[in-house]
């Protein structure tokens, strides 16, 4: 089955608008880590939350891991947050990094 | 500090063609590995290594191959360019592949015709 899913896989806002991205994940991930890969194509780790919650700035990001997903928040958004956003974590007892699909968000000025 | 030194950053080639894909990292990370991104599919593992002298496959290693002979170098190599290779192929280290301290290469764009 999938063991990294993501949700929605697009998402279109206005500057200043607030967003939720989600990461469900089967029993076999853990160590959930969030990235983002701009428009350019570069890839940048923003969170690693295997659980809890933690912010950085205008991005904050929770893990439920008995639930197995992981919410990530983008508040007053800015262009420069377009791109995709990866939610991966490694398969149980490996060095395996796993990526869900994406969901890719374009924030319009 | 350059961090993951990827090259070339695009190359085609003709089916059939062998090429190795170039990445080196200069923080003494342990843990390194490959990934291909294709359109609509995230990024997909195909080799990694946790040290010199250890590879392992990933996701999807076939019609590909790694050694590990140093810290700092970890290419791959095409042994038969096929079409179904043209993807962008990005390179990560880490000091472990399960936590955090990921960083990628800027990645590599081929294209197989």
């Known amino acids: 089955g999938i063991q990294v899913e993501q949700s929605p896989p697009d998402l279109i806002l206005q500057e200043g608008a607030n967003s939720t991205l989600r990461c469900n994940f089967s029993d076999s991930v853990n160590n959930l880590q969030w990235f983002h890969q701009n428009p350019w194509g570069q890839l940048i780790n923003l969170f690693y939350?295997?659980?809890g919650t933690k912010q950085n700035g205008r991005l904050s990001a929770t893990t439920v891991a008995t639930e197995r997903y992981s919410l990530l928040y983008i508040s007053s958004s800015q262009t420069t947050d377009s791109g995709v956003y990866f939610c991966a974590g490694p398969l149980e007892d490996t060095d395996k990094l796993i990526f869900g699909t994406g969901t890719r968000l374009q924030v319009f000025p | 500090n350059a961090g993951v030194t990827q090259t070339p950053k695009f190359q085609v080639l003709k089916t059939g063609q062998s090429m190795t894909l170039q990445c080196a990292q200069d923080m003494n990370h342990e843990y390194m590995s490959w990934y291909r991104q294709d359109p609509g599919m995230g990024l997909r593992l195909i080799h990694y290594?946790?040290?010199?002298?250890?590879?392992d496959q990933g996701e999807v290693p076939n019609g590909y191959n790694v050694s590990r002979s140093t810290t700092e170098d970890f290419p791959l190599r095409l042994l038969s360019a096929a079409p179904s290779q043209t993807s962008v192929y990005f390179c990560?280290?880490?000091?472990?592949?399960?936590?955090?301290?990921?960083?990628f290469g800027s990645g590599t764009r081929l294209t197989v015709v």
């Open positions: 990560a280290s880490s000091p472990t592949g399960r936590n955090y301290g990921y960083t």
């Open positions: 939350i295997p659980s």
């Open positions: 290594s946790v040290g010199a002298g250890i590879t």
